[in-house]
């Protein structure tokens, strides 16, 4: 099987998808993972953690934002970032933050989905 295959997906957009997931792991931590990791340290610590692990979003997600703009448009892009930040952050919150999963969190997502469809029904124009 092979990209080809799939004409509705353009050679970019994967490449674009797989770099923001990664993105969105790091971003995650970096933004929640203080919360359970470093509760009794004071703020700044917490902040700089972050930032450290900022750092290595942003190496992912620079290079993906540009990749992707040469076939999404800019409200497509962002669309497919807050698909794949909630994607990543409801495993995250589940599984490592041991948060429950409600039923509210499938209503939410069904409404991003919509968004995902109103967003993409017409060709991107970078």
Request: charge should be positive; charged fraction near 10%; hydrophobic fraction near 55%.
């Amino acid at each position: 099987m092979r990209l080809r295959d799939f004409p509705g997906i353009m050679p970019s957009v994967i490449p674009a998808t797989l770099l923001l997931i990664g993105s969105n792991v790091f971003m995650t931590f970096a933004w929640y993972a203080h919360l359970k990791n470093l509760a009794a340290r004071p703020w700044y610590v917490a902040a700089l953690v972050s930032w450290g692990i900022a750092f290595f979003e942003y190496l992912l997600q620079v290079p993906a934002n540009r990749i992707g703009y040469t076939q999404l448009s800019l409200p497509q892009l962002k669309i497919l970032q807050e698909v794949i930040t909630l994607t990543v952050f409801v495993p995250f919150a589940v599984l490592y933050m041991h948060k429950p999963l409600k039923l509210d969190y499938v209503w939410a997502g069904l409404c991003i989905l919509a968004a995902v469809y109103f967003v993409f029904r017409s060709p991107g124009t970078p």
